[in-house]
Antibody
């Protein structure tokens, strides 16, 4: 079965760039949409953005100026970069697969497979 | 952005109880709502999508209903493994947004 695994530094300094990678195993990254979601300690979930295997993206406007999501199909990976981080970016970051809509008329948007999450702390 | 308000924020219940959690959207979202279960230290797990469609492998004691602005997640007979935090999420329009969560605790 498809599994996702996040990797990257657990500590990032303020004003620097947070970089994470999600490795997809047990299946191909092709033909699916892939997303990043984060959860500050003790708080709720925030959608960051998604990427299609072809490279098209969609970002949350609240983060759009600082976010880049990219994909490397040869490695079965996709990545997140978040620039100019502050303490407010401290969170568990999850990668997830978007469930393919069952019909042409249905919308993309439910996350059916998640990585275990990785804690990123922004601190000097 | 569409705001999602979940209620209650927490509840206490006993094994065997029927539990209902509500989400209200700030504007109509048709049936584009998903429900997730999250246990401490774990990733969320998809329970229901399209407001009422059970995700494969999820027990049938979970059910969802609603459309437009008001939605409900019902657990018909609470089991010990169901004590967790539940989130709803709208995917009708960007940015996709989540409710603040409902923690189901043991009475």
């Amino acid at each position: 079965q498809v599994q996702l695994q996040e990797s990257g530094p657990g500590l990032v300094k303020p004003s620097e760039t947070l970089s994470l990678t999600c490795t997809v195993s047990g299946g191909s990254i092709s033909s699916y949409y892939w997303s990043w979601i984060r959860q500050p300690p003790g708080k709720g979930l925030e959608w960051i953005g998604y990427i299609y295997y072809s490279g098209s993206t969609n970002y949350n406007p609240s983060l759009k100026s600082r976010v880049t999501i990219s994909v490397d199909t040869s490695k079965n990976q996709f990545s997140l970069k978040l620039s100019s981080v502050t303490a407010a970016d401290t969170a568990v970051y999850y990668c997830a697969r978007l469930k393919t809509p069952l019909t042409v008329a249905a919308r993309l948007g439910a996350f059916d497979i998640w990585g275990q999450g990785t804690m990123v702390t922004v601190s000097s | 952005a569409i705001r999602i308000t979940q209620s209650p924020s927490s509840l206490s219940a006993s094994t065997g109880d029927r539990v209902t959690i509500t989400c209200r959207a700030s504007q109509g979202i048709s049936s584009y709502l998903a429900w997730y279960q999250q246990k401490p230290g774990k990733a969320p797990k998809l329970l229901i999508y399209a407001a009422s469609t059970l995700q494969s492998g999820v027990p049938s004691r979970f059910s969802g209903s609603g459309s437009g602005t008001d939605f409900t997640l019902t657990i018909s007979c609470l089991q010990s493994e169901d004590f967790a935090t539940y989130y709803c999420q709208q995917y009708y329009s960007y940015p996709w947004t989540f409710g603040q969560g409902t923690k189901v605790e043991i009475k």
